[in-house]
């Protein structure tokens, strides 16, 4: 079993910056993919961003390509999401998950944190 749990959120003002960290703990880090998703009020839940265990390899959604930067820190069992130039539409619960595959992470997680607010003003 993997406990994550986010940190971070809050409320920015448009074109802004938050960094959300999310640390693991519970079994083994080792090996994990790690994913950031989100959800707006009234709207599914959608995939962020992703970065494979060694962090060589990252994913993310179109609408955040070159704003977002997912990061991690194996030694300290820590995921981040760099967010900047933030948008109103980017308000959502955030959520860290994790998953044993990259693939796996982006869309069926193994694991689920109880998520972050940011909520952005315009």
């Known amino acids: 079993q993997v406990q994550l749990v986010e940190s971070g959120g809050g409320l920015v003002q448009a074109g802004g910056s938050l960094r959300l960290s999310c640390a693991a703990s519970?079994?083994?880090?080792?090996?994990?993919?790690m994913g950031w998703f989100r959800q707006a009020p009234g709207k599914e839940r959608e995939f962020v961003a992703a970065?494979?265990?060694?962090?060589?390899?990252?994913y993310y959604t179109d609408s955040v390509k070159g704003r977002f930067t997912i990061s991690r820190d194996n030694a300290k069992n820590t995921v981040y999401l760099q967010m900047n130039s933030l948008k109103p539409e980017d308000t959502a619960v955030y959520y860290c998950a994790a998953a044993m595959t990259i693939a796996a992470v982006t869309t069926t997680p193994d694991y689920w944190g109880q998520g972050t607010q940011v909520t952005v003003s315009s």
């Open positions: 519970g079994r083994t880090f080792s090996g994990y993919a």
């Open positions: 970065i494979s265990w060694t962090g060589g390899n990252t």
